[in-house]
């Protein structure tokens, strides 16, 4: 089985400090690791995500992923966050022993970044 | 860019009719998938296909239904539309089945509300 957890709902921030947003996993095998983001009344946009290899992940829009193995843990960031950054935050597993394509999305965090 | 693009961005429905939700993308992509979005329950999802009318139920199919009749295209049936499917859709897509970590590709969503 697999799994993923945002354990927080929000996450409020000032513009120009750090961004951090949290998502841990739980999987059998070797993690597949996915972040997207959602803005209001929009589709689901991919960020970045963690197949193998470096730990250290970059994506899109500055933002940056540390997969952590022992902590089962893929905390998304970003080192200073912008207003236009205020959106829904999804983070995403797929077990590399399950035999199909199917990804579990944890439960969203929104991200709120004040000027 | 992969483009996936959905029927309609809102729709208004009677409790009891067929609603047919299409979704198609341009990228020659053999899998599709069917979510719901709902707050603070992430995505769920409904149904998802490897290949042209082929299909498989994601984590909750009841009430739904689906067709692939033609590669690029995937269909979301709501056989008779109750008040707690009123939610938002997803559809989203990824290459192949082949390549591990695939990333999927999401539309802009369709919001239903059933009446």
């Known amino acids: 089985a697999q799994s993923v957890a945002q354990p927080e709902d929000q996450v409020n921030v000032a513009e120009g400090n750090p961004l951090t947003v949290k998502c841990t996993y739980s999987?059998?095998?070797?993690?597949?690791l996915f972040w997207y983001v959602q803005y209001p009344n929009r589709g689901l946009q991919f960020l970045l995500k963690y197949i193998t290899g470096d730990n250290l992940v970059k994506g899109s829009y500055g933002f940056e992923a540390e997969f952590n193995k022992s902590q089962t843990s893929f905390h998304l960031k970003k080192p200073s966050a912008l207003v236009s950054d205020s959106a829904l935050y999804f983070c995403a597993v797929r077990d590399s022993r399950s035999n199909d394509y199917k990804l579990s999305f944890g439960a969203g965090t929104t991200v709120t970044v004040r000027a | 860019d992969v483009k996936v693009t959905q029927s309609s961005r809102y729709l208004v429905k009677r409790t009891g009719e067929k609603v047919f939700l299409e979704c198609v993308q341009d990228?020659?992509?053999?899998?599709m998938f069917w979510y719901r979005q709902d707050p603070g329950l992430g995505l769920r999802l409904i149904y998802f296909?490897?290949?042209?009318?082929?299909?498989e139920k994601g984590d909750i199919p009841e009430g739904y239904s689906v067709s692939r009749e033609k590669k690029e295209r995937f269909s979301l049936i709501l056989e008779s539309a109750s008040t707690n499917q009123t939610s938002m859709y997803l559809c989203a897509s990824s290459l192949s089945r082949v390549t591990g970590g695939d990333t999927q590709y999401f539309g802009p969503g369709t919001r239903l509300t059933v009446l």
């Open positions: 296909s490897y290949d042209v009318k082929m299909k």
């Open positions: 999987v059998s095998g070797n993690p597949y």
């Open positions: 990228m020659d992509h053999e899998n």
